[in-house]
């Protein structure tokens, strides 16, 4: 059998027993401490056990829990060791602290200077906000007068603020020496606050500054700003709510450079206590005094002169908004008036520094821009126009230039349908001539309609002129029972007429005295073409007044052309050339040549017709020697043919 192993004396004594018998001094001993001794083996048997399955680490958070829970005793003893065990930690191992704290300072951080964002757009929109009142202007004139910027000059007169905590904090220790708060403003752990602005003092200055002279100023938090002020033992901390101005950092810095001058000693020799620093806190509730501001009180009364030029602002902006509005309206009536009016068009319409500037076409017929804009009140010297003329087509400004160019008598009446000038009534042979061919020049008319217009007594008239073979250009009315032959008829027929109107019956009184031959003006007019000359300035460029004297021999020849249709003859215009003796003959010849042609171009554009005109050149320069200017001419050389050939014209 394999033996059993003792594990304590208990089971040695145990097993004692029932190897050997007991004597008499065991058994009084077993009468005397049996119970006793029972009583102890079971203790030690107890604490056996609990010291194989317990240990301290198991059970001391268990009973850190139940002294909490039964009274503030804890807390007070614990406070002591664990202030001294962070200061020694912050004095003698800084990094580990700033290493601990790391977390937590970089969203502090991010959440000061978004803070502080916000409050500079709060402030700049006070700043904008009272710029724009009276009180703002007063405001400017004083900050400009003080030399302070507006923005700092507004947030100390609109802004409150009020220091309620200030705490001083041993440079080197972090020690809290003394602090001082307002009595709504209490706080519960002024230590927890001094270890701490300790604490991130070394981690800014550890993780961001390398420099001695890195250290923390100002941290925000939330409608609280925190401003330290660094002396050479100690520093001031002091949290403010609002946003405190700029002169007060100065006042604290004075401050505590009076507490240097009185505590310097005994704060560098500081470890511990609020009783070796007698009278110090009435030198921090000095601090707690110069947060209060007192609001300004309003002033009931505006200055007359702000109120006077508030007004004089107003009217001069009623003003300008008025006339905005008076020159939009005069200028939507001129565009409504321009638009309902036959031959005007309007391209552009703008107002320029009060005036009205207007610029389209114009027809010659049509209302002038100046009436209408003065029939509608609006001055000459407010208003500008630049109009180009052009030809409407429309039919009110048609008419009105039909009736101007053809001039009818009371007994026509004008009708334009289209491109169809309609006469109709009565009239005169030799006006309704003339009319026909002035019409035809007018832009737009494509057709002129005489087939409702009568001559005055034209069917009998009609049967004396066939009657009486009477040439195209004689004209017969009849005034007070007179038949009077007017116009132009070969002397032969004029001869003739008497026997002619003796054959037909029943004819009036008859006056042919104004008669004339025919022949004899074709003459006159041939004397005034033939023998005309047209000069040039320089090589095909017109002397100045010929273009008004070759509109007149257009004329001329236009009735030469008229006067020679139906008559046994025919006429002939030819225009020659001359140059002066400048340049070589080669050059003169074309020369020549070239001016006739240009002359011949321009008569046709005056309504000439082609067929009546030839040129030619002559055969060589007219002279030699110094320049002529004068030969620098298109001669006119007219010949009238007979059926026979010959050349009737008398010069």
């Known amino acids: 059998m394999k033996p059993v192993p003792i594990q304590s004396e208990t089971d040695i004594s145990f097993s004692c027993r029932f190897l050997k018998p007991l004597n008499q001094l065991d058994k009084l001993k077993e009468l005397l401490f049996g119970v006793e001794k029972q009583e102890l083996e079971s203790v030690a048997e107890r604490i056996g056990e609990l010291e194989k399955q317990t240990s301290l680490a198991d059970t001391l958070p268990e009973t850190i829990e139940d002294s909490y829970g039964r009274g503030p005793r804890l807390v007070q003893a614990l406070r002591k060791p664990v202030e001294e065990c962070l200061s020694t930690s912050v004095r003698e191992n800084p990094e580990e602290i700033s290493n601990a704290l790391f977390p937590v300072m970089g969203p502090a951080i991010r959440k000061a200077v978004r803070e502080s964002l916000r409050a500079f757009a709060q402030q700049l929109n006070q700043a904008i906000d009272n710029s724009l009142t009276p009180k703002g202007l007063r405001w400017r004139i004083q900050a400009w007068r003080a030399g302070v910027p507006f923005g700092d000059f507004v947030l100390r007169r609109t802004l409150l603020y009020r220091v309620e905590h200030a705490y001083l904090i041993q440079k080197h220790s972090g020690l809290l020496l003394q602090r001082a708060h307002l009595d709504a403003a209490a706080f519960k752990d002024d230590d927890a606050v001094s270890a701490m602005l300790t604490a991130i003092q070394e981690f800014v200055k550890d993780s961001f500054v390398q420099q001695e002279a890195g250290r923390l100023e100002t941290v925000g938090m939330g409608e609280y700003t925190l401003w330290a002020v660094h002396g050479p033992d100690c520093m001031l901390a002091c949290l403010i709510r609002g946003v405190p101005p700029r002169g007060l950092r100065d006042d604290l810095g004075r401050n505590l450079e009076e507490i240097h001058l009185r505590y310097g000693s005994a704060i560098r020799a ?9 009278g110090l806190e009435n030198e921090l509730a000095r601090c707690l005094q110069l947060g209060l501001r007192p609001e300004e009180k309003r002033k009931k009364k505006r200055p007359i002169s702000l109120i006077i030029l508030g007004l004089l602002l107003l009217g001069v902006l009623v003003y300008f908004l008025a006339g905005r509005y008076l020159l939009s309206r005069k200028m939507s009536a001129y565009e409504d008036a321009v638009s309902s009016t036959p031959g005007l068009v309007l391209t552009g319409l703008e107002s320029t520094r009060g005036k009205i500037l207007a610029t389209g076409l114009r027809d010659p017929m049509a209302h002038a821009p100046e009436d209408i804009a003065a029939r509608l009140g609006i001055p000459e010297a407010q208003f500008v126009s630049a109009f180009s003329p052009y030809h409407s087509l429309e039919p009110e400004l048609m008419l009105v230039r039909a009736v101007k160019l053809l001039e009818p008598p009371g007994s026509v009446s004008l009708r334009v349908d289209g491109d169809t000038l309609s006469v109709s009534g009565k009239s005169s042979y030799e006006w309704k001539t003339e009319a026909d061919a002035r019409a035809r020049l007018m832009p737009g008319v494509g057709r002129v309609d005489f087939s409702t217009l009568n001559y005055f007594d034209h069917d009998w008239l009609a049967f004396v002129r066939e009657g009486t073979a009477a040439p195209r250009r004689v004209d017969l009315r009849i005034e007070e029972d007179v038949l009077h032959f007017e116009g132009q008829a070969p002397q032969a027929w004029i001869d003739a007429l008497p026997d002619a109107l003796a054959a037909l019956p029943d004819m009036p009184v008859t006056n042919y005295s104004a008669l004339t031959d025919s022949r004899s003006v074709l003459m006159h007019l041939g004397r005034q073409i033939h ?8 090589a095909l460029e017109f002397k100045a007044g010929q273009e008004e004297k070759i509109r007149i ?12 249709e139906g008559e046994p003859l025919s006429a002939r215009v030819v225009l020659v050339g001359y140059t002066d003796a400048s340049g070589t003959e080669i050059q003169n010849r074309f020369l020549r040549i070239r001016r006739a042609e240009l ?53």
């Open 270 to 278: 500081f470890h511990g206590g609020s009783e070796s620093l007698p």
């Open 531 to 538: 023998g005309e000359a047209v000069f040039y300035e320089d």
């Open 553 to 564: 021999l257009a004329t001329r020849l236009r009735a030469l052309a008229d006067m020679t």
């Open 599 to 651: 002359l011949q171009a321009y008569l046709v554009e005056q309504g000439v017709a082609a067929s009546l005109l030839s040129v030619r050149a002559a055969p060589e320069a007219a002279e030699s020697g110094p320049v002529n200017p004068a030969l620098r001419r298109v001669l006119i050389e007219l010949a009238l043919i007979d059926d026979s050939g010959a050349d009737v014209f008398e010069p």
